[in-house]
Nanobody, 122 residues
Framework: QVQLVESGGGLVQAGGSLRLSCAAS????????MGWFRQAPGKERAFVAR????????YYADSVKGRFTISRDNAKNTVYLQMNSLKPEDTAVYYC???????????????WGQGTQVTVSS
């Protein structure tokens, strides 16, 4: 099982940028596809982006395509989410998670981080 800790959230104006980090414990990080999700107030948690174990494949939700970039550094056991051109509708708690496979959005049980708040003001 992998433990995940997100950081990098904050308050930013529309059009600004933030870079989220998700640090993983354990020696198995590089064997997992990883994903970012977000949950806005009153809404269900939604998929944002995912990346394969070797960074060879990435997938994005249509709402963030072209603005967000997911990346990872297996030597540092960390996955990142670079968020540019932020919009007020990007306001949410952002979570990272280990995935069962890069081929589908299915989270490994017990692998959610605690989340980091992103607030975009208009």
């Amino acid at each position: 099982q992998v433990q995940l800790v997100e950081s990098g959230g904050g308050l930013v104006q529309a059009g600004g940028s933030l870079r989220l980090s998700c640090a993983a414990s354990g020696r198995t990080f590089s064997s997992y596809a990883m994903g970012w999700f977000r949950q806005a107030p009153g809404k269900e948690r939604a998929f944002v982006a995912r990346i394969s174990r070797d960074s060879g494949s990435t997938y994005y939700a249509d709402s963030v395509k072209g603005r967000f970039t997911i990346s990872r550094d297996n030597a540092k056991n960390t996955v990142y989410l670079q968020m540019n051109s932020l919009k007020p509708e990007d306001t949410a708690v952002y979570y990272c998670a280990a995935l069962v496979s890069i081929l589908r959005v299915e989270v490994r049980p017990g692998s959610w981080g605690q989340g980091t708040q992103v607030t975009v003001s208009s």
